[in-house]
């Protein structure tokens, strides 16, 4: 308990909950850690480049798709070895970012070089071009960018900067492992980029790093700076360091390359929980994550404006430390507050450098597998000043808003439709996702024989899951059904046929107007794109209750264009447009008048028998109706419906 702690106060929390750090490292299971490790004693090879390091970096390369991937014994020396690998005039000036751990600007000192400190950015807290801009002078060699908690830097913006003055652009991307940016891994953005393995970090080999470049030619002279410059027995032909990576190290992370996706899967779900937990507070601005990023799941941040939200920062992470809950204030100092930096202005385009505000608001909240439900009823209590609000994976909107006369299940045909399971635990919907990503990879790797089976196709459906619901519709499929409450609300037959008939179009761009939590939405992307590679789907809804979407975007080709409506993208042409979002027969038309027209494959709807949306004009099976009676005559029109019942169903047009 901490010293802290009032007498009699929280001492229930405080002295039944294990401490919560903002990190948590990931490790293998012991036993295997230990298969690897006596291998490694019978090989009696513990060092210099040994078969674990070199099979580490491979698979590294494979993944993040990148010619050069060299090993280091920690993120530092890499960064040393990252600036040295570009012969920058000593003295020289490299322009990077205060707010970043030391060890970016220690890197350029003990380079005898000169780091300049540029401004930040307010939306992501990346380094503002602006200001590298007016940063740069004659003497500027280099700009080395920090993609900060996993948000990518304006690469398009700082290449361009860096093209038009000769420069080296160089990214620190110790918070950035696994990230993309417009589907391009950011290991290769720039002339060189930097991974640290960190403990702390979500992938790790408890110490290491890894610099990537884009240019298969830097692997020798990466090579030599990282061991003495020695070329072979005889010859030491450069100047460098030991920057090696031993086996154990090495052993470390081909075991945990087995984790990473699991454990992003559940970052990625706790992202979401804290979306929903802090959204709409007043004084407390959350992590974005720009839709053309692919999120590395490192950090959680989140600042808080004292004048806005009523109580600082301090004050906040003060009182979740009285409940063994412990943040960081990353990063707070920055780097111009160190005495050896002190000397040193933040260059800004603004009145007062950006960075100056932002180090008394960032809070870095626990991120990781190990916070569970009641962690986050403690930071939700402690954020609404209440004991009464609970926040879970799948709770989408607050408890306060939650009428506790519905029944904690789905309600079909009725404007409680989706309800979440707020009192299942939270890892029954991790699973339930990790599944799901599971039967997407399935799906992409499968050969072309199963990819016409309707059988194989059916069955990835069931093992996908459809969310539980309360419908004899679903009857025959309920040992499918997904008690967290992800999946597919698709009757699967009809939406199999559908799917079947599209595969042969060769569908290369689509729109889904309506995506109710995703579900359908990443299983019809997984089909299509594993149909054609370049295929992509923008997903358009005004309500953004995505479960999962970061997992999936690592395997999918999908925008998320939320929150959008079809007016969005009036006239806009896609090959295929499914039409799924509200019921209602004018929304359902102007749907189609504003993108489902367009077309140039196919248009889809759902619910085509939903009669319990009559009511509003019609509903969808009006809206059905009356397009089907205008596109007849031209076009090939599809109706798959199969539930006993007739309900459901979708209305497929194919355009001769």
């Known amino acids: 308990m901490n010293d802290d702690l009032e007498s009699g106060q929280n001492t229930y929390v405080a002295e039944n909950c294990p ?16 298969n690897s490790v006596k291998k490694i004693w019978e090989s009696k090879q513990v060092t210099n480049n040994g078969p674990l390091s070199l099979e580490l970096e491979n698979r590294l390369a494979t993944l993040l798709n990148t010619p050069t991937a060299m090993l280091f014994n920690n993120g530092t020396i890499g960064l040393l070895t990252a600036l040295k690998l570009f012969d920058l005039p000593a003295g020289s000036e490299v322009i990077t970012t205060p707010m970043t751990f030391a060890a970016t600007a220690h890197s350029i000192a003990w380079n005898n070089l000169r780091p300049v400190f540029a401004d930040i950015s307010e939306h992501d ?21 920090v993609h900060v908690y996993g948000c990518i830097c304006d690469h398009e913006a700082l290449k361009h900067l860096a093209d038009s003055h000769g420069l080296k652009l ?16 950011v290991a290769t953005l720039g002339d060189a980029t930097v991974f640290s393995f960190h403990a702390t970090k979500l992938y790790n080999t408890l110490e290491g790093g890894l610099l990537t470049t884009p240019f298969a030619e830097d692997r020798e002279k990466i090579y030599l700076l990282r061991n003495f410059g020695i070329k072979n027995e005889e010859e030491v032909v450069s100047i460098g360091l030991n920057g090696k990576m031993n086996e154990v190290q090495a052993a470390i992370g081909i075991l945990n390359l087995d984790l990473l996706e699991t454990e992003k899967t559940q970052r990625a779900l706790l992202r979401e929980s804290y979306r929903r937990m802090l959204s709409g507070l007043k004084g407390v601005s959350i992590q974005d994550v720009a839709p053309h990023v692919t999120q590395s799941e490192q950090y959680y941040l989140i600042r808080i404006n004292q004048d806005e939200f009523g109580r600082h920062r301090d004050d906040i992470k003060a009182e979740l430390e009285r409940h063994n809950i412990f943040c960081r204030k990353y990063f707070f100092p920055l780097c111009t507050d160190y005495d050896v930096y002190r000397h040193l202005r ?26 569970k439900d009641n962690h986050l009823d403690i930071i939700a209590d402690v954020f609404h000043k209440t004991t009464t609000r609970r926040f879970s994976a799948r709770k989408p909107e607050y408890l306060d808003s939650y009428n ?10 009725s404007e409680n439709l989706g309800e979440f399971f707020y009192k299942k635990e939270h890892d029954v919907l991790i699973r339930e996702i990790h599944n799901g990503v599971k039967v997407i990879e399935q799906i992409l790797n499968c050969s072309d024989t199963d990819l016409n089976s309707r059988d194989f196709l059916l069955q990835k459906f069931l093992d996908y899951g459809i969310p539980l619901m309360d419908s004899d519709i679903f009857s025959q499929f309920s040992p499918s059904m997904n008690k967290g409450g992800f999946g597919a609300i698709q009757f699967p037959t009809e939406f199999i046929d559908m799917l079947r008939r599209l595969i042969p179009l060769g569908i290369c761009t689509a729109a889904e107007i309506g995506s109710f939590r995703g579900g359908s939405s990443y299983f019809m992307a997984a089909v299509l794109q594993r149909a054609r590679k370049d295929f992509t789907l923008t997903i358009i809804d ?3 209750n995505m479960i999962g979407f970061d997992a999936f975007k690592s395997k999918l080709n999908i925008d998320n ?10 006239g806009q042409v896609f090959d295929f447009v499914f039409i799924d979002g509200a019921h209602d027969f004018n929304s359902v038309m102007r749907d189609f008048e504003n993108v489902g027209k367009f077309s140039k494959k196919a248009v889809a709807f759902h619910d085509i028998h939903g009669h319990e949306f009559d009511n509003e004009d019609g509903g969808t099976v009006k809206a059905w109706g009356t397009i089907k009676e205008r596109l007849r005559l031209s076009s090939e029109v599809c109706e798959y419906a199969h539930s006993v019942e007739r309900s459901l169903g979708i209305g497929l047009i194919i355009h001769s």
């Open 170 to 185: 160089i990214y620190d991307a110790a918070h950035a492992f696994g990230a993309k940016w417009n589907n391009q891994s």
């Open 561 to 570: 264009k939320i929150p959008s409506t079809s007016e969005n993208f009036e």
């Open 19 to 34: 401490p919560l750090y903002v990190s948590q490292p990931l490790l293998p299971d012991l036993n295997l850690f230990s």
């Open 542 to 544: 005004p309500v953004n």
């Open 346 to 371: 933040i260059i800004t385009k603004k009145h007062k450098p950006y960075a100056e505000t932002a180090k008394n608001q960032v809070l870095c909240l626990p991120f990781h597998s190990g916070v």
């Open 125 to 145: 807290l990346t380094i503002d071009p602006e200001a590298v801009a007016a940063a740069i002078t004659p003497q500027t060699s280099a700009i080395l960018a």
């Open 404 to 413: 506790k006369s519905i029944p904690c299940e789905y309600i079909v045909g």
